[in-house]
Protein backbone atom coordinates (compact mmCIF):
# COMPACT_ATOMS: atom_id res chain seq x y z
CA UNK A 1 0.00 0.00 0.00
CA UNK A 2 1.01 3.42 -0.88
CA UNK A 3 0.26 7.00 0.73
CA UNK A 4 0.40 9.92 -1.64
CA UNK A 5 0.32 13.53 0.27
CA UNK A 6 0.61 16.81 -2.62
CA UNK A 7 1.39 19.95 -1.61
CA UNK A 8 2.58 23.12 -3.12
CA UNK A 9 -0.22 24.12 -5.13
CA UNK A 10 -1.20 27.91 -4.92
CA UNK A 11 -2.48 30.86 -6.73
CA UNK A 12 0.01 32.33 -8.63
CA UNK A 13 -0.18 35.13 -11.94
CA UNK A 14 0.06 33.71 -15.51
CA UNK A 15 3.84 33.91 -16.54
CA UNK A 16 4.98 32.78 -12.56
CA UNK A 17 5.85 29.03 -11.26
CA UNK A 18 5.03 26.65 -8.49
CA UNK A 19 6.61 23.44 -7.52
CA UNK A 20 4.62 20.77 -6.49
CA UNK A 21 5.07 17.79 -3.91
CA UNK A 22 4.28 14.15 -3.89
CA UNK A 23 5.42 12.69 -0.61
CA UNK A 24 4.84 9.14 -0.40
CA UNK A 25 4.72 6.33 2.89
CA UNK A 26 4.19 2.84 3.25
CA UNK A 27 6.43 1.83 0.72
CA UNK A 28 8.96 3.96 -1.70
CA UNK A 29 8.74 4.88 -5.48
CA UNK A 30 11.53 1.96 -6.63
CA UNK A 31 9.17 -0.25 -8.50
CA UNK A 32 6.13 2.70 -9.41
CA UNK A 33 5.99 5.19 -11.71
CA UNK A 34 4.60 8.54 -10.71
CA UNK A 35 2.28 10.19 -12.71
CA UNK A 36 0.92 13.91 -12.62
CA UNK A 37 -2.96 14.71 -13.47
CA UNK A 38 -5.00 17.55 -13.09
CA UNK A 39 -8.26 18.43 -13.05
CA UNK A 40 -10.36 21.56 -14.07
CA UNK A 41 -14.20 22.16 -13.12
CA UNK A 42 -16.54 20.39 -14.83
CA UNK A 43 -13.41 18.43 -17.42
CA UNK A 44 -11.82 15.09 -16.70
CA UNK A 45 -8.67 13.98 -15.32
CA UNK A 46 -6.04 14.62 -17.88
CA UNK A 47 -2.88 13.17 -17.88
CA UNK A 48 0.35 15.59 -17.58
CA UNK A 49 3.16 13.47 -16.47
CA UNK A 50 4.24 9.89 -15.87
CA UNK A 51 7.89 9.42 -13.87
CA UNK A 52 9.53 6.26 -13.83
CA UNK A 53 10.87 6.27 -10.83
CA UNK A 54 13.59 3.26 -11.46
CA UNK A 55 14.74 4.27 -14.77
CA UNK A 56 14.56 8.67 -13.91
CA UNK A 57 12.71 9.06 -16.94
CA UNK A 58 9.84 11.08 -17.75
CA UNK A 59 7.15 11.75 -20.32
CA UNK A 60 4.89 14.84 -20.89
CA UNK A 61 1.69 15.89 -22.08
CA UNK A 62 2.08 18.11 -25.30
CA UNK A 63 0.04 20.81 -23.31
CA UNK A 64 3.11 21.17 -20.60
CA UNK A 65 5.63 19.88 -22.20
CA UNK A 66 8.51 22.60 -22.24
CA UNK A 67 7.21 23.97 -19.12
CA UNK A 68 7.14 21.48 -16.51
CA UNK A 69 9.79 19.57 -15.24
CA UNK A 70 9.96 16.40 -13.00
CA UNK A 71 12.59 15.77 -10.18
CA UNK A 72 12.57 13.72 -7.23
CA UNK A 73 14.85 13.76 -3.89
CA UNK A 74 15.47 9.97 -3.22
CA UNK A 75 16.19 10.38 0.54
CA UNK A 76 12.46 12.03 1.06
CA UNK A 77 10.91 9.48 -0.95
CA UNK A 78 9.33 12.82 -3.19
CA UNK A 79 8.54 13.51 -6.47
CA UNK A 80 8.77 17.26 -7.66
CA UNK A 81 6.62 19.20 -10.13
CA UNK A 82 8.30 21.99 -11.30
CA UNK A 83 5.92 23.96 -13.16
CA UNK A 84 6.87 27.19 -15.08
CA UNK A 85 5.40 29.83 -17.49
CA UNK A 86 1.95 28.82 -16.00
CA UNK A 87 -1.05 30.20 -18.00
CA UNK A 88 -4.46 30.37 -16.87
CA UNK A 89 -5.39 27.01 -18.74
CA UNK A 90 -3.44 25.52 -16.26
CA UNK A 91 -5.79 25.91 -13.46
CA UNK A 92 -7.26 22.46 -12.44
CA UNK A 93 -6.54 20.33 -8.80
CA UNK A 94 -3.19 18.82 -9.40
CA UNK A 95 -3.14 14.84 -8.80
CA UNK A 96 -0.21 12.90 -8.16
CA UNK A 97 -0.59 8.71 -8.69
CA UNK A 98 1.59 6.02 -8.31
CA UNK A 99 1.25 2.43 -10.21
CA UNK A 100 3.92 -0.33 -10.57
CA UNK A 101 6.35 0.21 -12.97
CA UNK A 102 5.42 -1.56 -16.61
CA UNK A 103 7.51 -0.54 -19.87
CA UNK A 104 4.30 1.58 -21.24
CA UNK A 105 3.92 5.01 -19.99
CA UNK A 106 0.63 5.80 -18.14
CA UNK A 107 -1.43 8.61 -19.70
CA UNK A 108 -5.02 7.30 -18.32
CA UNK A 109 -6.01 7.50 -14.63
CA UNK A 110 -7.06 3.73 -14.99
CA UNK A 111 -3.40 3.38 -15.23
CA UNK A 112 -2.95 3.99 -11.10
CA UNK A 113 -3.59 2.00 -8.39
CA UNK A 114 -2.90 5.03 -6.12
CA UNK A 115 -4.06 8.26 -5.64
CA UNK A 116 -2.87 11.66 -3.67
CA UNK A 117 -5.52 13.95 -2.14
CA UNK A 118 -5.01 16.67 -4.34
CA UNK A 119 -3.60 20.33 -4.40
CA UNK A 120 -5.75 23.62 -6.05
CA UNK A 121 -3.07 25.66 -8.77
CA UNK A 122 -4.82 28.81 -9.41
CA UNK A 123 -3.24 31.17 -12.59
CA UNK A 124 -4.93 34.14 -12.50
CA UNK A 125 -4.04 36.47 -16.14
Known amino acids: QVQLVESGGGLVQAGGSLRLSCAASGRTFSSYNVGWFRQAPGKEREFVADFSWSGGSTYYSDSVKGRFTISRNNAKNTVFLQMNSLKPEDTAVYYC??????????????????WGQGTQVTVSS
Open 97 to 114: AAKFWTTAWGTSPKDYEY
